[in-house]
């Protein structure tokens, strides 16, 4: 079935650093979501992404939908101690309604 | 967003037992989906909740062990059945709002629920 690679698995950055990870299918999403993920707490919505090409930011986070269709990617900019968490990508499986969720990304800021 | 609010919050039961979740959303949503989150891993998809009828299971997820109900458009339930330990995992109320198939998911805090 269709599965979702995130990268890298987790990371360790220093406060301030610029972030990058990304998310690659098998096969062609028509959409791609980014959720952070907190201790204790469901998955968040960060950015929607519905265009090949696309690029699209909140705040300072930059997420790009691949041209191939077949990977996204997700920028933060200037890390701050509270963007700990877990990243998400995921995506309509093809032909249905229903989301797939990659593997996620941890990430740690230390101050 | 739907506000999405999930009880319990956390449990712990004992092996055998039953125990059902609740999910109650504040505004009308067309859409609503359960989630498992196994220790330090991803979210898997148990089952879209169907207004008015029976749940639709992915592989790997049976009626009998998880029965669903949803008899309105902002309330659902999961039932965890004849728990083990191996159902030690975080699950995960989501709701789609819009009509299109590709509208953005928002999640509940989750039920974290331990067996002994």
């Known amino acids: 079935g269709q599965q979702l690679n995130q990268s890298p698995q987790s990371m360790f950055i220093q406060e301030g650093e610029d972030v990058s990870m990304n998310c690659t299918s098998s096969s062609i999403f028509n959409t791609w979501l980014w959720y952070k993920q907190d201790p204790g707490e469901g998955p968040v919505l960060l950015i929607a992404?519905?265009?090949?090409?696309e690029l699209t930011s909140n705040g300072r986070l930059t997420a790009q939908f691949g041209i191939t269709r077949k990977d996204s990617f997700l920028n933060i900019s200037a890390s701050i101690p509270s963007d700990v968490g877990i990243y998400f990508c995921?995506?309509?499986?093809?032909?249905?309604?229903?989301?797939?969720f990659g593997t996620g990304t941890r990430l740690k800021v230390l101050a | 967003s739907a506000v999405i609010s999930q009880k319990p919050s956390r449990d712990i039961c004992q092996r055998g037992t039953s125990l059902t979740i609740q999910c109650q959303v504040d505004s009308q949503v067309t859409m609503m989906f359960w989630y498992r989150q196994q220790p330090g891993q991803s979210l898997t998809l148990i089952a879209t909740a169907n207004q008015g009828s029976e749940a639709t299971y992915e592989s790997g997820f049976v009626i009998d062990k998880f029965p669903i109900s949803r008899p309105n458009l902002t309330f659902s339930t999961l039932t965890v059945s004849n728990m083990s330990p191996e159902d030690s995992s975080i699950y995960l109320c989501?709701?789609?709002?819009?009509?299109?198939?590709?509208?953005?998911?928002?999640f509940g805090d989750g039920t974290r629920l331990s067996i002994l």
């Open positions: 989501s709701v789609r709002t819009g009509l299109n198939s590709n509208q953005p998911q928002h």
């Open positions: 992404l519905y265009k090949a090409g």
């Open positions: 995921a995506g309509p499986t093809s032909g249905t309604y229903k989301y797939i």
